[in-house]
């Protein structure tokens, strides 16, 4: 029983003067904290004064119906039949800003948008519970929203010529659409007027191609917004409906490619 209890003390003291060892090592060469390197980077990607203006493209295109054979036709339209449409998005969005300190800018951005979708004719059938078809049934939707923009880039490895960005957006906008469909050479359909407010956070990567142009790609990731609609339905019925909430996904149809332009002033311009 003694030997035990003397084995015991023994590694006791043992370990008490291996970490005793240890702290004074510490101390005597004291350890960075651990850093990612994301926060405040300590390379200029853009300097302070720059002036950038660009614009932003998206644009898609869905055709229905061209075959049996589509990719996914068979899984996604199983009970639908004889179905031909079209649809399409596009945006342009010009741009404006002013790099208040190194790789923060403050800017203006102005975004249109066009939807539209149009289905020749459609056909679903639902076994013995319902038949019915659909034709000449047209949708089109176009907004005009502006933004104030925070941006702020954070260069990837250090580089002066690859970084990403994160935006932060203030948008208000109106919008307008319009579903309507033809029978009988008669034209029945809704009308709306669509109010819109967000505040939005946009990621994108930003690549320069020369000392002054750059190729950017951005995708709306999250936002809160509140959106108000007023609806008239064959010139006679109206309603309004409000909504708010917050989106925590990636839109596909908010992907843009854009192309921008960095004109340095002050110090930063280039020497003749």
Not at 5 to 28: L, Q
Request: some cysteine; proline content about 3%; aromatic content about 14%.
């Amino acid at each position: 029983m003694k030997r035990i209890i003397i084995c015991i003390a023994a590694a006791f003291m043992i370990g008490s003067a291996a970490f005793a060892n240890t702290a004074k090592t510490e101390e005597a060469n004291p350890k960075e904290p651990f850093d990612r390197g994301i926060g405040i980077s300590t390379t200029t990607f853009i300097p302070k004064g720059t002036v950038g203006a660009g614009v932003a493209f998206s644009y898609n295109n869905y055709n229905l119906g061209q075959a049996a054979g589509d990719s996914g036709y068979s899984a996604l339209f199983s009970l639908i039949s004889g179905i031909h449409g079209n649809m399409q998005t596009w945006g342009v969005a010009p741009w404006v800003s002013y790099f208040l300190a190194d790789n923060f800018a403050l800017g203006l951005r102005f975004d249109y948008d066009r939807s539209s979708f149009g289905l020749g004719n459609a056909s679903i059938s639902l076994g013995d519970i319902a038949n019915f078809s659909i034709s000449d049934f047209h949708f089109l939707k176009h907004s005009y929203t502006g933004a104030i923009t925070g941006r702020y880039y954070i260069p990837i490895a250090n580089s002066k010529r690859f970084a990403m960005f994160t935006e932060l957006r203030a948008i208000g906008g109106y919008g307008q659409s319009e579903t309507y469909r033809i029978q009988d050479d008669e034209k029945y359909g809704t009308y709306q007027d669509i109010y819109k407010f967000e505040l939005g956070l946009v990621p994108g990567i930003s690549v320069f191609v020369t000392n002054g142009v750059a190729v950017e790609l951005s995708v709306g990731l999250m936002g809160f917004n509140y959106n108000k609609t007023v609806q008239v339905t064959n010139q006679v019925e109206e309603s309004v409906m409000e909504s708010s909430g917050a989106n925590f996904k990636i839109n596909p149809l908010s992907i843009g490619l854009g192309l921008s332009f960095y004109i340095p002033t002050g110090e930063n311009r280039p020497k003749k």
